[in-house]
């Protein structure tokens, strides 16, 4: 099961940092592979949402259960794919001072066997690091 989590300083604030965690849409503009996202459940504590992800064998679909917990915690687990086993994870977004927060972003993925062998820990913890530190800069620039 591959794991990663790391922690990130961004020049803004938690509150305008959790706006963007929890706005779904905007997944688009820092993950590149992401293709199409559908909120199938508003509910302000606890959306569930269903994502696309373009993959060079077959695309991924999932649904996830997101509980909101304001001001700083978002977090999810899977409930279906057509593709992985599990997925889950958390943003946990704190002040920083004025204007600046510090992100930790955990996530937790159980890939089904054929693709296991494709996808090693290290490209795993690479690919979601660059997408963790897309959203670092896509906050900084909004």
Do not use: H
């Amino acid at each position: 099961m591959p794991e990663f989590q790391t922690t990130v300083d961004v020049a803004r604030s938690a509150e305008e940092t959790y706006g963007i965690a929890t706005d779904f849409q905007t997944y688009v503009n820092f993950i590149p592979a992401l293709k199409a996202v559908e909120v199938l459940d508003p509910d302000p504590a606890q959306p569930k949402v269903s994502f696309r992800i373009e993959a060079p064998f077959q695309d991924i679909k999932y649904t996830s259960q997101y509980r909101l917990e304001p001001p700083g915690r978002v977090s999810w687990d899977m409930v279906e794919s057509n593709v992985l086993k599990g997925n889950s994870g958390f943003w946990s977004i704190e002040s920083a001072g004025e204007g600046a927060c510090r992100v930790t972003y955990s996530m937790k993925t159980e890939l089904p066997v054929w693709l296991k062998f494709a996808v090693s820990q290290d490209a795993f913890a690479r690919e979601i690091g660059k997408t963790v530190e897309r959203f670092k800069e896509y906050v900084e620039k909004s």
